[in-house]
C-alpha cells in the first residue's frame, strides 16, 4: 500500500450534456462500485451544482472546476470567482491545465496568482505542469518544469501547503493517444517532488496524459506517482470505475 491516497480525477473538459450527466451516475450506481481511492470530478462550471447534489446523494465522489479567476469578483466577464467556488461548496480546482496554458496562452505569473486566490479560500489545488514535444525534444523538460513550479507556486503559504497537489502532464501526450512510459513518468514526478519546498513527501503527485484503463496499473506502481488527472476516459461510467478500481489495489 502506498502512503500517500491515491486520487483519479476526471476532467470532462467541455464534454457532458445533462442526459450523459444522468446516465454516467445512473451506471456508476449499478455498478455498486466501493471506493477505497480518492474519486473526483471536474465538469463544465454550469453543471457544477448538479454534479454536487448527485454527489451528496451518494458520497463517494468529490467535485471541481476546471479553472477559476485570479480575484474574487470585480469586471471579469465570463470567469468563474474562487470566492463563488468555495461558497457553493466546491472541493477543487484545476489551475494550468495545459489547455488553459496553450490555447488561453496563461503564462506562470497569472497561473500563480490564480492558485493563491483558490487557496486563500481553502480549494484544493491541482497544478498542472509539463512540457510540450518540442521542449522534450530539445531535453529541456526538467527546466521547463522547474521554472513552472517556482514561479507559479511562488509564495503559498506554509499553512495551505497541504492544499496542493500537482499534475504532469506532458502536453505530446495529452489527447493524442500517446503515453509516457511509466519510467518517464516517473523520472519527472521523482523530480517534481524533489523540486517542492513544503510538504512534499505527502504532496499528491498525479499523471495525465492519454490515461485509460489499460496503462493505469503500470503508471500507479511507480513510487511517486499517485494517482492519474484523466480527459477522454473519464467520460464513460465504465472506464471510469475499472480507473477506480485499479487504484483501489495499489
Not at 468563474?80 to 496562452?105: N, Q
Not at 500537482?166 to 523530480?191: D, L, N, S
Amino acid at each position: 500500500m502506498k502512503s500517500r491516497p491515491i486520487h483519479i480525477v476526471g476532467n470532462w473538459k467541455m464534454n457532458q450534456t445533462l442526459h450523459e450527466i444522468s446516465e454516467f451516475f445512473i451506471q456508476m450506481t449499478a455498478m455498486k462500485m466501493e471506493l477505497k481511492c480518492k474519486a473526483w470530478i471536474a465538469p463544465q462550471s454550469l453543471h457544477i451544482p448538479i454534479l454536487k447534489e448527485i454527489a451528496f446523494t451518494t458520497g463517494a465522489i468529490q467535485v471541481g472546476a476546471q479553472n477559476c479567476s485570479h480575484a474574487d469578483s470585480g469586471a471579469f466577464t465570463g470567469e468563474i470567482s474562487p470566492a463563488a467556488l468555495a461558497d457553493m461548496g466546491v472541493e477543487f480546482v484545476i489551475i494550468g491545465h495545459s489547455e488553459r496554458r496553450t490555447i488561453f496562452k496563461e503564462g506562470n505569473e497569472i497561473l500563480n496568482q490564480k492558485v493563491l486566490a483558490a487557496l486563500k479560500h481553502n480549494l484544493k489545488v491541482i497544478y498542472c505542469v509539463g512540457e510540450t514535444l518540442e521542449e522534450r525534444e530539445s531535453n529541456t523538460t526538467f527546466k521547463v518544469i522547474e521554472e513552472q513550479l517556482a514561479v507559479g507556486l511562488k509564495n503559498v503559504p506554509a499553512d495551505k501547503a497541504h492544499l496542493l497537489l500537482i499534475a504532469y502532464e506532458p502536453v505530446w501526450a495529452i489527447g493524442t493517444g500517446k503515453v509516457a512510459t511509466a519510467e518517464q513518468a516517473e523520472e519527472v514526478h521523482a523530480f517534481i517532488r524533489g523540486k517542492l519546498t513544503q510538504n512534499a513527501d505527502q504532496t499528491i503527485i498525479l499523471y495525465g496524459g492519454s490515461v485509460k484503463p489499460d496503462n493505469i496499473d503500470s503508471l500507479l506502481r511507480r513510487e511517486n506517482i499517485d494517482g492519474a488527472l484523466v480527459g477522454g476516459a473519464s467520460l464513460k461510467a465504465k472506464d471510469f470505475k475499472q480507473l477506480c478500481t485499479s487504484a483501489s489495489v495499489i
